[in-house]
């Protein structure tokens, strides 16, 4: 069974720094593409980021410069820097596993966990 726990998020105001991270059981990350995803309320799950085993890194053009994606291989957890951050990246925020050279979500991403909330005022 894949579990992927959640811990991180928070509140901070406009321009401040938050980090996600997802701690997996079930699998590991050298052999699985690992994505962030985010939701708000009433939005489509959208993809933020990716990182492929060979550590090739995705990012949607709203967050390029701004978030980093990364991970640690032998505590088999991902992470999500989130640096500058603006009111319109506040949403609850997912981890999950994404096929290979896959640059969209599908809606599954923002339905398999829990999530981590993200908010950002101005």
């Known amino acids: 069974e894949v579990r992927l726990v959640q811990s991180g998020g928070g509140s901070v105001q406009a321009g401040g720094s938050l980090s996600v991270s997802c701690t997996a059981s079930g699998l590991t990350f050298d052999e699985s593409d690992m994505g962030w995803y985010r939701q708000a309320p009433g939005n489509e799950c959208e993809l933020v980021a990716t990182?492929?085993?060979?550590?090739?890194?995705y990012y949607t053009k709203s967050v390029i410069g701004r978030f980093t994606i990364s991970q640690d291989n032998p505590k088999n957890t991902v992470y999500l820097q989130m640096n500058s951050l603006k009111p319109e990246d506040t949403a609850k925020y997912y981890c999950a596993t994404t096929p290979p050279g896959v640059r969209q979500a599908t809606g599954f991403e923002c339905k398999w966990g829990q999530g981590t909330q993200v908010t950002v005022s101005s």
């Open positions: 990182l492929s085993t060979d550590g090739t890194t």
